[in-house]
């Protein structure tokens, strides 16, 4: 590409010498003609003047006698000058009474004079002096003289005022003058072009000739490692060449060490893989490296070298960031600059780079001239980092929240809650039986039912709600500012919770099974004095879990009563744990009879008395246990207790009629992989007889796992365990299962035969279950007994053993034993 920087200075000199001539002349040449224009005009105005002044006088004599043959020759003769335009005497009233154009008689002058001015005009006639006008862009010098035209004949009036206009061209007197004017600028041209060329042979001989030389020896050093500069011109070139000289010397020797240093540096960052940018602020030109425009999936010629080849590729989220970055370390704000951002890639995706550079010239006054940055492709880094910062707060089923995110959003939104005065809710929901449709359809369709639960829950969700899954079947949902007013936001609340529990409640379809499922709802308003997010995260479990033990399937609002009932729960959670710790608790026995009131078996009963509680319900306590797990710990110390009491009353010789201590066994106990094992180990580690136990198991346990239910059935029958199906009839449709089960016995639920007099249906019932034992050749034990038509009631429809408050309730060990060996086994 042509450049004026390479023209050599012979030729620039001349060339330049040439033009400055030139434009010298031609700006001398141009203020002369200028000059000489307006003199011309002036000299022409001034002649034109005092020629017109004696024509004024003589007009004003001819016309002041009406003596207009006179004045026209006057007229005449005064217009044979050829430049003249035009000559007429105007009345007052504008009209043209005299021309030396006939054809301009008796015409308005304003009409047909090409310059006539009227305001000049009127101007002549009121200050009775001469007006000249120079028009110097059309050639014209016009003068406007006052004129006595004397007064009419008809008139006696005095004598009226006219004028005289002329109009003088100056086109031809200018053509003479600018001729000679022409013919000195080309002598001058001459002599000035003769002065430059000596002056430009001086400067070729005296710069442009050493400078050349200079040129020459200077190439060698690029082309010879030992070419050197020997000065042998005089003056400033001569310390130039000499500077030169030791300049070389220094270049030579640091040119090899610059071009190991460079290979080093290349060979690095070919293998990190970094691009490099170099932006010279002072010429707005980038240098892109070849593995940055690679990175970008660019060839080497497709990148040119502006700045905007980086700006127009960043993300326009990330664009002022990035830019702010690099201003501040401009400004000397920051000691380097760096910005992790993405570029676009040539295919249109997106990577995350990380930039970091960092001025490395700046001006005399201190401003940035060159920067240099390193780019480093961290995509994969970056999506890694994403994905654990997604997997840290969302759950991996539903792809909701998780309690860390949800309590982070909930921090944020008591603080705004607390400046805006707005009241928002926690709404905490919980599935109601989803475990059943685990153990019906396998994890597998509970995990897509999960799925589709947050699809409901999500949709029509606004992004300033979360939507969280906090494990299991509960999820939550955070709606900030739903009122000012307290009571407002509650009632808001509980619509939205409703709405809610209608939206799963429609029926889902897995593996072509309908499910209909329910919603327990627990809400917690926010903000509250001094309340965090785990805070309000416990009170809406509290205000959910009071539901759960009181109204399943409805909304409940945190209140502090459930609050005392969640620590009346906790304090006496710690208590049983402390009275199991310490043996505190008692194993009581409800005696057992046959037809003819005969003690034939006990019931083991577990009861407890605080110190401060005094007796505290089996019914408040159990339910407890089977919530924090302290079931397990309960069922084997009672297992335990009942174990090493028979074994003591084997001892003493127990009666004959005497054949089962029964020992109630939680789902939770029996489901244990563990459960054969523990019972065996207990039993051999009390001595007792294991024929003589009998272990009560629920309706649910014999249709959880048939197969597993029955090989730990099974497996204790072996050593003569008995086991009988406690309260039968008010759990599961379980009679299909009852002849593949090795069971022996079933017990008649109380609340059957607590309402036996009424004549209702328990009646029947608790025959077909009488008359299906006998037929599974199952025993039968009726339970609740408290009033002799009972007893009567159930002796006729064949049942054999009974238990009951009729009889007896259950015994502390010392008063039972005395009634079991004391011969107190019938009652009178």
């Known amino acids: 590409m042509f450049s004026l920087k390479r023209i050599s200075l012979s030729v620039v000199i001349p060339i330049l010498a040439l033009v400055l001539l030139l434009i010298a002349q031609g700006l001398l040449l141009a203020g002369t003609l200028n000059e000489q224009k307006q003199q011309l005009a002036k000299d022409t105005s001034v002649s034109l003047l ?110 009226e005022q006219g004028a005289i206009f002329v109009s003088y061209n100056l086109e031809n007197s200018w053509l003479v003058k600018r001729r000679a004017i022409f013919d000195e600028a080309v002598k001058s041209f001459i002599y000035m072009s003769i002065a430059m060329s000596l002056l430009v042979l001086m400067l070729n001989r005296l710069l442009v000739q050493p400078i050349n030389r200079l040129v020459g020896r200077t190439r060698q050093i690029q082309t010879q490692s030992n070419a050197q500069i020997v000065a042998k011109s005089q003056g400033e070139i001569g310390a130039l060449e000499h500077a030169i000289g030791k300049m070389a010397d220094g270049i030579h020797s640091s040119f090899a060490q610059l071009q190991r240093s460079e290979q080093r540096w290349q060979f690095a960052l070919s293998g990190s893989g970094d691009g490099i940018w170099d932006w010279n602020l002072i010429t707005n030109t980038v240098y892109y490296s070849p593995q940055w425009k690679a990175m970008l999936g660019f060839q080497e010629h ?211 099974n309908q499910i209909s499922l329910n919603l327990t709802t627990g809400v917690a308003l926010f903000p509250n004095q001094d309340s965090n997010a785990t805070e309000i995260l416990r009170q809406a479990d509290i205000a959910l879990y009071h539901g759960k033990d009181h109204e399943r399937s409805s909304v409940h609002v945190f209140s502090e009563k459930m609050a005392d009932e969640i620590q009346e729960r906790h304090q006496l959670t710690k208590l049983m744990r402390h009275a199991l710790e310490s043996e505190d608790m008692v194993a009581y026995f409800q005696p057992r009879y046959n037809a003819n009131y005969e003690m034939v078996g006990a019931e083991t009963l577990l009861r407890w008395f605080d110190t401060k509680l005094g007796w505290i319900s089996p019914g408040r306590f159990i339910p407890l246990a089977e919530e924090n797990g302290l079931i397990l710990m ?59 136990i009998e272990l009560e198991i629920t309706e649910g346990v014999l249709v959880d796992n048939v197969q597993d239910t029955v090989r730990k059935i099974q497996a204790l029958r072996d050593i003569g365990v008995r086991f009988s199906v406690d309260d039968f009839g008010t759990g599961y449709s379980s009679l299909a299962y009852l002849n593949k089960l090795p069971i022996n016995c079933l017990k008649i639920d109380k609340s059957f035969v607590s309402e036996l007099q009424s004549g209702g249906s328990e009646c029947a019932i608790i025959t077909t279950i009488i008359s299906m034992a006998e037929n599974l050749d199952l025993e039968v034990i009726a339970e609740g007994v408290e009033t002799e038509y009972q007893l009567e009631f159930l002796k006729y429809r064949r049942c054999t053993v009974y238990q009951g408050f009729y009889f007896s309730e259950a015994l502390e060990p010392e008063i039972f034993e005395e009634r079991l060996f004391v011969g107190q086994s019938a009652m009178a």
């Open 302 to 512: 497709e990148i040119g070298e502006k700045i905007e080849e980086w700006e127009s590729r960043i993300h326009p989220e990330d664009l002022d960031k990035t830019l702010n970055e690099l201003r501040k370390h401009l400004k000397k704000k920051t000691k380097v600059y760096e910005a992790m951002h993405r570029v676009r890639h040539r295919d249109g995706h997106y990577l995350w780079v990380l930039s970091r550079g960092m001025v490395v010239e700046r001006s005399e006054r201190g401003l940035p001239s060159r920067v240099i940055s390193t780019q480093t492709n961290i995509s994969e880094v970056r999506s890694a980092q994403e994905l654990v910062r997604f997997q840290s707060s969302h759950d991996d089923i539903t792809r909701l929240s998780n309690r860390r995110k949800l309590l982070e959003n909930l921090d944020l939104e008591i603080e705004r809650g607390r400046k805006n005065n707005k009241i928002g809710a926690l709404i905490y929901l919980d599935i109601d039986h989803f475990k059943n449709v685990n153990d019906m359809l396998g994890h597998a369709a509970g995990d897509l039912l999960l799925r589709l639960i947050a699809h409901r829950l999500r949709e029509g969700r606004s992004s300033a709600e979360t939507v969280a899954r906090l494990g299991g079947d509960e999820f939550a949902l955070l709606v900030p500012n739903l009122s000012n007013d307290r009571e407002e936001a509650q009632y808001l609340a509980s619509q939205i919770a409703e709405q809610l529990g209608r939206v799963i409640h429609k029926e889902f379809v897995i593996k072509g």
């Open 634 to 692: 309960l069922g084997q110390w009672v297992m335990r207790s009942a174990c090493e009491t028979l074994k003591t009353w084997q001892d003493r010789g127990l009666p004959e009629n005497f054949k089962t201590l029964s020992i109630n066994v939680s789902p939770n106990q029996f489901h244990r992989d563990t459960f054969v094992q523990e019972t065996l180990d207990i039993i051999k580690a009390s001595g007792c007889d294991p024929r003589l």
């Open 50 to 159: 005092n020629s017109a002044y004696q024509l004024q006088q003589t007009l004003s004599d001819s016309l002041s006698r009406h003596q207009w043959n006179i004045a026209e020759r006057q007229l005449t003769l005064f217009a044979l000058n050829h430049q003249l335009d035009s000559l007429q005497i105007i009345d007052p009233q504008g009209l043209v009474q005299l021309s030396n154009k006939r054809a301009e008689k008796s015409l308005f002058a304003a009409d047909n004079a090409n310059f006539f001015n009227s305001d000049l005009f009127q101007q002549v006639r009121e200050t009775r002096s001469p007006i000249k006008q120079i028009l110097a862009k059309q050639w014209q010098v016009n003068l406007y003289l006052p004129l006595d035209m004397g007064p009419r004949e008809d008139s006696l009036r005095r004598p």
